[in-house]
């Protein structure tokens, strides 16, 4: 998994609304992304979740992605980044985040781990 800001975190999905969800369905995403939040004790960040609760595209710092470092240091991804505690199960832990995205996936342009989406936009 890629590290996130946290030092004792890793990045374990990318959440990226479609380009024409509406306030609403991007407050519908921000709802569900806080329920995971909020729900299991290996979930520790979801950067853009702020902007996603207010109805707003996530804008996550490109620095909190070592995938993005280089090419884009001072610049935000139109992206929520979801962190885990380190050592976390990966496998198990994003089949259930893909099942808790079940009822907003209709809404997600991607849903994806780190690694996929650093080659999906190079």
């Not at 890629?2 to 509406?22: F, I, K, W, Y």
């Not at 921000?30 to 290996?42: F, K, M």
């Not at 832990?93 to 190079?122: F, K, Q």
Request: proline share 7%; glycine share 6%.
């Amino acid at each position: 998994m890629a590290r996130a800001s946290h030092p004792t975190d890793e990045l374990l999905a990318v959440v990226g609304p479609r380009s024409n969800c509406t306030p609403n369905e991007l407050r519908a995403i921000g709802a569900v992304l806080r329920a995971w939040l909020t729900t299991h004790e290996y979930a520790r960040q979801v950067y853009g979740l702020d902007d996603l609760e207010v109805g707003r595209k996530p804008m996550s710092p490109a620095s909190y992605v070592i995938f993005s470092q280089d090419r884009f240091p001072d610049e935000c991804w139109p992206v929520a980044l979801l962190a885990v505690a380190a050592g976390t199960a990966y496998g198990d832990v994003y089949a259930d985040l893909v099942a808790e995205l079940g009822g907003v996936r209709h809404l997600l342009a991607h849903l994806t781990d780190p690694v996929c989406y650093d080659e999906y936009t190079r």
